[in-house]
């Protein structure tokens, strides 16, 4: 019998390349980015900035001022009446790209009945998520235990413990009361104001009908049926199982050669149950989108699946910063 020449192969492109797998891997590579995006909590309500080449991003800080009254029939005093206003800056350098790989063997591919990238994909690109979020979370509850800011009349950010606030919903409310109370004392902006919560924490807000609940009329701030919370006082609850409740305080410095990292992460959370922030709080420099690569390797039979980000970030604004814990560090 003559070989069959007249194949159709769902993954070429028959219009630009001759590679039968092209489209297979725009495939994968759109779900890995897709799912990493859905994984994204704090990312996109901070500070970011895309890099086209070098290796850090400068932020500026700029101090306070205060102003006064000019009196009649009086002159200007250079001397006595000018101020000078603090200015710092804060640079945020790229960490070694994070990735994570895996190898899927072709004949175990082919004769599985049940779609194989699919999952995989999701699954990497969660993972690239998780490691980025959980990163932010670990610098809004730093920037929260800071004492100081960038410049020397900037505060530092909201340490708050509450004893009983991981199994008291008003207790929680009350925290998330006095978060606000912080930032309105020391003129952060409204806008954009938000709040990390654990699931379980989050299930204890839900309970809080006289925030959130559109069943009682409250402009469909959330909802009891949905299990869904919109706003408290104005800070956007999100829910998250990626805030941090571990101490890596410990952990080995950021060293670019041994563990890739180039900012500090570091951070005591053991007992943390909620991190806050606001558009200003982190800064985030990307060199890159997700980056897929695949290889196919004929002597192993199957194929490496790579999926990798170029990501760092840093604290802009200790002030804008907050974190809820039920026992002081």
Same mark, same amino acid.
């Given at each position: ?125 969660? +993972? ?71 699931? +379980? ?79 200003? +709080? ?48």
């Amino acid at each position: 019998m003559a070989s069959i020449t007249d194949i159709t192969s769902p993954g070429l492109n028959t219009d630009s390349g001759s590679d039968e797998r092209e489209l297979f891997l725009k495939k994968y590579g759109g779900e890995v980015a897709e799912s990493y995006k859905e994984s994204l909590v704090v990312m996109p309500r901070v500070r970011n900035r895309v890099l086209r080449g070098g290796k850090s991003a400068t932020f500026g800080a700029v101090g306070n001022a205060t102003a006064g009254y000019h009196l009649r029939g009086t002159r200007f005093d250079e001397d006595a009446q000018l101020q000078t206003i603090e200015f710092g800056e804060r640079v945020i350098s790229l960490d070694r790209p994070m990735f994570h790989s895996t190898f899927i063997d072709e004949w175990e591919e082919l004769v599985n009945h049940f779609d194989v990238r699919g999952p995989i994909t999701r699954s990497q690109g969660h +993972a690239l998520g998780k490691l980025t979020e959980g990163n932010l979370m670990r610098l809004l509850a730093k920037g929260g235990d800071a004492t100081s800011g960038a410049v020397a009349d900037q505060p530092g950010g909201n340490d708050m413990v509450y004893l009983n606030a991981d199994t008291n919903g008003a207790d929680y409310v009350q925290a998330l009361e006095d978060q606000v109370q912080y930032w309105d004392e020391n003129d952060v902006p409204q806008e954009g104001r938000f709040c990390c919560v654990p699931p +379980a924490q989050y299930r204890l807000l839900v309970d809080q009908t006289d925030f959130h609940s559109i069943d009682l009329g409250n402009s469909g701030n959330g909802s009891l049926k949905q299990g869904s919370i919109g706003m408290i006082r104005g800070v956007t609850i999100l829910k998250s199982n990626l805030v941090p409740q571990d101490d890596t305080s410990g952990d080995a410095a950021p060293d670019y050669a041994t563990n890739g990292k180039v900012n500090d992460y570091r951070v005591d959370c053991a007992d943390c149950i909620g991190v806050f922030g606001t558009p200003r +709080a982190l800064g985030v420099v990307s060199l890159m989108g997700v980056k897929i690569e695949t290889q196919k390797d004929i002597l192993l039979g199957g194929t490496i699946f790579k999926a990798s980000k170029a990501i760092g970030a840093g604290i802009l604004r200790e002030s804008d910063c907050g974190v809820l814990r039920t026992v002081a560090i």
